[in-house]
């Protein structure tokens, strides 16, 4: 069972910009499709970016193109989200989700096996 740690969230104005990470643990890193949820108060868990194991694809929801930035780091077992423009409705808990059978297009519909335990993003309007 590989274990996921992320960092980074807080506290950010309308139109500001977090970086969250996330470690995984127990598992070989390169095989994982890595990616980001987010579930907001009293709404249901949504996909917000998948990264294929190598980083070279990157899938994301159409309502953070342009403004997120998925990578990874395979030498650091890491991957991050760059969140610029952040707005206030993307106020929620962001969690880390890692899968080594489903692809990275797949993640907008079929959830991962793996996830870490989430972190806070709060955006301020």
């Known amino acids: 069972q590989v274990q996921l740690a992320e960092s980074g969230g807080g506290l950010v104005q309308a139109g500001g910009s977090l970086r969250l990470s996330c470690r995984l643990s127990g598992g070989p890193f390169s095989t994982y499709v890595m990616g980001w949820f987010r579930q907001a108060p009293g709404k249901e868990r949504e996909f917000v970016a998948a990264i294929s194991v190598d980083g070279s694809t990157t899938y994301y929801a159409e309502s953070v193109k342009g403004r997120f930035t998925g990578s990874r780091d395979n030498g650091k077992n890491t991957v991050h989200l760059q969140m610029n423009s952040l707005k206030p409705e993307e106020t929620g808990v962001y969690f880390c989700?890692?899968?080594?059978?489903?692809?990275?297009?797949?993640?907008?519909?079929?959830?991962?096996?793996?996830w870490g335990q989430g972190t806070q993003v709060t955006v301020s309007s």
């Open positions: 989700a890692a899968d080594q059978i489903l692809g990275g297009s797949t993640w907008n519909r079929l959830l991962p096996h793996d």
